[in-house]
């Protein structure tokens, strides 16, 4: 069965979804985006994502394509049109089609929405967290505002290439100043030989990541101890336990760091009970 995809108002073939050569988003990147999981044919963690949506719509001075309930009913059909139980929903909006221009058009534009569903092997997500992955360490290039989900995102591309041509599955990302920010595409997290775990706030100019303000909750439930503190390369690699964060990694362990073991090189019992948490917490 061809994939189903909606595109500015009609549910198109995949292969045949296109948007408008004057579009913004395909100009100049002047568009935001969210990405969800569906789980058993449910959205996880859909009204945040929708909460951010709405903030990265506000900060760019995008307006909203629709309202909040046609957009769900939106999300919902392209689910059912797809047969998809187990998916990754990707949801784009830009500030619409215009005249080449880098200002903001004069005249009134409708912003384009673009939703897609591709399958997901969310099995696969929890196993790969079982066992672990490597990372390397990457110069964080992005503009100033990390905080707005843009998809502005070509140092981040460059930064996964760049660790995956080294074997890497993410890279993580490291300031001026030599403190971690995020991954690629992730957030990140370690874990303290006293099993405190660290992550750096969301004040600090990086994503508010959606399963990350799970993951805090979760902690909170199963009373581990979080800072949310910056921290450095260096305490990343002497760190007892370190893991990444996104919607699409739940909590995937990281066990080796720039080709150095994190705590024996193993999965952690830190990082085993969220992995197990937040498992139970898609599935509820």
């Known amino acids: 069965m061809s994939r189903i995809s909606y ?26 985006y969210e990405g969800v999981t569906v789980r058993h044919g449910r959205m996880v963690d859909l009204e945040p994502h929708l909460e951010r ?7 760019l001075r995008i307006a909203p394509p629709m309202e909040r309930g046609p957009m769900r009913f939106v999300f919902r059909e392209v689910i ?7 998916g990754f929903l990707y949801i784009q909006i830009s500030r ?14 409708h912003p384009s929405l673009i939703v897609t ?13 079982e066992k672990g992955v490597k990372a390397f360490a990457e110069p964080d290039i992005r503009w100033g505002r990390c905080d707005v989900k843009s998809t502005s995102l070509l140092p981040n591309i460059l930064a996964k290439q760049a660790a995956k041509e080294k074997g890497g599955f993410e890279a993580v990302l490291v300031d001026r100043d030599g403190f971690v920010t995020e991954g690629s595409s992730t957030n990140m997290w370690i874990v303290k030989e006293d099993g405190t775990v660290q992550t750096r706030a969301t004040t600090d100019n990086i994503l508010p990541g959606i ?59 830190v990082a085993k009970r969220l992995v197990e948490a937040y498992r139970l917490y898609m599935e509820a």
């Open 117 to 129: 569903l591709k399958r997901l092997d969310v099995d696969g997500v929890i196993k790969r967290a």
């Open 7 to 32: 595109v500015n108002g009609a549910y198109v073939p995949h292969r045949d979804a296109a948007v408008h050569i004057d579009d913004r988003g395909y100009q100049f990147a002047d568009a935001v």
């Open 96 to 109: 619409g089609v215009a005249r080449r221009d880098h200002a903001f058009p004069t005249t009134p534009t």
């Open 211 to 269: 399963t990350r303000a799970t993951l805090l909750k979760l902690a909170g439930e199963l009373q581990i101890r979080v800072v949310e503190e910056a921290f450095t390369l260096e305490d990343a690699r002497g760190a007892a336990e370190m893991f990444l964060s996104s919607s699409t990694g739940c909590a995937t362990p990281i066990v080796e760091l720039d080709g150095h073991k994190i705590g024996d090189g193993t999965v952690g019992p």
């Open 80 to 86: 059912r049109r797809n047969r998809i139980e187990n």
């Open 53 to 59: 949506l709405w903030r990265s719509m506000g900060e």
